[in-house]
């Protein structure tokens, strides 16, 4: 079966790991910073802005890469923009075929103009709501705590506080060399007696013990990235020949590994896309699933990123199939809702894909 772009782009798709700061439309972006008289943008033609960001992503360098959110984190300060970038991502992603998405974003960074935290969740989740009733496209929102501020206890309190509103779970994200994932142990235990999600970005900028202690020490039920997990991987002509203590465990307990083709390669978490071991974690069976990460930055969309796996590492229709599910199974949805887009959404949408192309 010929898997072209447009019959990437018409499959169900979920996305567990894009950050609502890394997504805005560059004519967006020019708006915002006009409303908000913000004149620090390097251009205001559309088109130029998204090249300087794509191209300031892409320096195989993760703090070179965080750079470019200094200007999109700047024009979202006020609950109008906040709100529109939201529901601007929930129809962009609707457009390219995802019916379920998990954005993430540190709260704190968007308090310079006196919103509260509050205020701030609050603003995205209207926009995020709207998106829904209007595109259908189901969504949940994961409050982020920063590696480099000793903020996570009171992140992790105001995500709980909003659990009845649409925040799904908790996330530690940041440079992580120097900052790993024990020093907010406290907000992590916090989010566990309340019986709540997390997902921690580890294994992207360090190794492997990154990924050990978001597990063993905060009790992550996801990994944000997760590459480095292949240094606790023997791999001999392509192929895993032993999995180390770690890897199995990750392997035995199904931890999903949010993994994100194009950004691996922009940040330097892989050398090339050729490099990147999602064929290993794959051929395993790790339960990996695919992502966009930041949109504007990556210069990617979901549909792109299943071009890029396609392209690489030959996957078929079955293969797209299976991790969608694996994605969902994996969301931060109560069970039952979980199981209902699975069956009447995702499993019908690659079968009525699959009865097309067998009639051409």
């Given at each position: 079966?010929?898997?072209?772009?447009?019959?990437?782009?018409?499959?169900?798709?979920?996305?567990?790991?894009?950050?609502?700061?890394?997504?805005?439309?560059p004519k967006?972006?020019?708006?915002?910073?006009?409303?908000?008289?913000?004149?620090r943008?390097?251009?205001?033609?559309?088109e130029e802005l998204?090249?300087?960001?794509h191209?300031?992503?892409?320096?195989?360098?993760l703090?070179?890469?965080?750079?470019?959110?200094?200007?999109?984190?700047?024009?979202?300060?006020?609950e109008?923009?906040?709100?529109?970038?939201?529901?601007?991502?929930?129809?962009?992603?609707?457009?390219?075929?995802?019916v379920y998405?998990?954005?993430?974003?540190?709260?704190?960074?968007?308090?310079?103009e006196?919103?509260?935290?509050?205020?701030?969740?609050?603003?995205?989740?209207?926009?995020?709501?709207?998106?829904q009733?209007?595109?259908?496209i189901?969504s949940?929102?994961?409050?982020?705590?920063?590696?480099n501020?000793?903020?996570?206890?009171?992140?992790?309190?105001?995500?709980?506080?909003?659990?009845?509103?649409?925040?799904?779970?908790?996330?530690?994200a940041g440079?992580?060399g120097?900052?790993?994932?024990?020093?907010?142990?406290d907000?992590?235990?916090y989010?566990?007696?309340?019986?709540?999600?997390?997902?921690i970005?580890?294994?992207?900028?360090?190794g492997?013990?990154?990924?050990?202690?978001?597990?063993?020490?905060?009790?992550?039920?996801?990994?944000?990235?997760?590459?480095?997990?292949?240094?606790?991987?023997?791999?001999?002509?392509?192929?895993?020949?032993?999995?180390?203590?770690?890897?199995q465990?990750?392997?035995?307990?199904?931890?999903?590994?949010?993994?994100?083709?194009?950004?691996?390669?922009?940040?330097?978490?892989?050398r090339?896309?050729?490099?990147h071991?999602?064929?290993?974690?794959?051929q395993?069976?790790?339960?990996?699933?695919?992502?966009?990460?930041?949109?504007?930055?990556?210069?990617?969309?979901?549909?792109?990123?299943?071009e890029?796996?396609r392209?690489?590492?030959?996957?078929?229709?079955?293969?797209f199939?299976?991790?969608?599910?694996?994605?969902?199974k994996?969301?931060?949805?109560?069970?039952?809702?979980?199981?209902d887009?699975?069956?009447?959404?995702?499993?019908?949408?690659?079968?009525?894909?699959r009865n097309?192309?067998?009639?051409k």
């Amino acid at each position: 079966m010929k898997l072209d772009h447009g019959v990437l782009k018409s499959l169900p798709k979920v996305l567990l790991h894009e950050h609502l700061d890394g997504v805005l439309r560059p004519k967006t972006v020019i708006t915002l910073a006009r409303n908000a008289r913000y004149d620090r943008l390097p251009t205001e033609d559309p088109e130029e802005l998204a090249r300087w960001f794509h191209q300031g992503a892409n320096q195989g360098s993760l703090p070179k890469y965080l750079e470019g959110f200094a200007h999109t984190i700047a024009v979202m300060q006020s609950e109008e923009a906040l709100e529109r970038v939201a529901y601007e991502q929930a129809e962009d992603l609707s457009r390219d075929g995802v019916v379920y998405f998990e954005t993430r974003f540190a709260p704190i960074f968007h308090t310079r103009e006196g919103l509260s935290h509050q205020q701030v969740v609050s603003a995205v989740l209207k926009g995020l709501e709207r998106g829904q009733k209007d595109f259908g496209i189901s969504s949940g929102l994961l409050i982020c705590a920063m590696r480099n501020m000793e903020v996570s206890l009171e992140m992790a309190e105001l995500a709980v506080d909003f659990r009845e509103r649409g925040v799904v779970g908790f996330d530690l994200a940041g440079e992580e060399g120097g900052y790993p994932p024990k020093k907010h142990v406290d907000a992590f235990h916090y989010i566990q007696r309340k019986n709540f999600n997390i997902t921690i970005h580890a294994g992207e900028g360090f190794g492997k013990e990154s990924i050990w202690q978001a597990i063993q020490y905060c009790g992550a039920h996801r990994i944000g990235h997760g590459t480095r997990l292949i240094d606790d991987i023997a791999v001999a002509d392509g192929k895993a020949v032993k999995l180390g203590d770690l890897a199995q465990y990750v392997l035995d307990k199904r931890i999903p590994l949010e993994i994100c083709l194009i950004s691996n390669v922009h940040t330097g978490a892989a050398r090339s896309l050729s490099e990147h071991p999602f064929k290993i974690f794959y051929q395993e069976k790790f339960r990996v699933t695919l992502n966009t990460d930041n949109r504007l930055m990556s210069d990617t969309t979901m549909t792109k990123e299943f071009e890029a796996a396609r392209d690489t590492f030959g996957l078929s229709l079955e293969d797209f199939e299976k991790m969608t599910i694996n994605a969902m199974k994996s969301a931060f949805l109560p069970y039952d809702q979980r199981c209902d887009l699975i069956y009447s959404v995702i499993k019908p949408g690659y079968a009525k894909v699959r009865n097309t192309q067998a009639m051409k």
